[in-house]
């Protein structure tokens, strides 16, 4: 049986989570019974704008900065305003930061790619990190 750690002894760090939120529209239709073929990731148009949400489960607030991992193939993620990737996150709140991804002429249409959001937190502490699948529909 998996033994789950107890809440007091998880770091600040891992009292953050990160959330990647898109529109409905980018919702790939037909893909919640994992059944469907690939791609399986959210459709996104050539530029898509999302928010990354930053929950604090933590009984502390804290300022954490966020930021996308480089793409490749064709892919760029940048934030709205670079000013709100440091955020204050108060003990028990939600921040969203917003960001905009764009794929470029040589981004292939149906390919999923991995987009990666990580986070710090000022003094030390990594973030764990939130993975989505996305595609150029």
Known sequence: ???????????????????????????????????????????????????LDVYNFGSRGRHVTVAAEPMGAGWSVRPVSVADTRVWVPAGGRVGVEFLVEAGRSARRRIDGRLVFGARLDGGGEVPGSVALVHLK
């Open 1 to 51: 049986m998996l033994r789950r750690p107890d809440p007091g002894s998880l770091s600040p760090a891992e009292h953050i989570v990160l959330s990647q939120r898109y529109t409905a529209r980018n919702a790939a239709p037909g893909k919640d019974d994992g059944d469907a073929p690939p791609p399986h990731g959210y459709r996104l148009g050539r530029r898509t704008r999302m928010s």
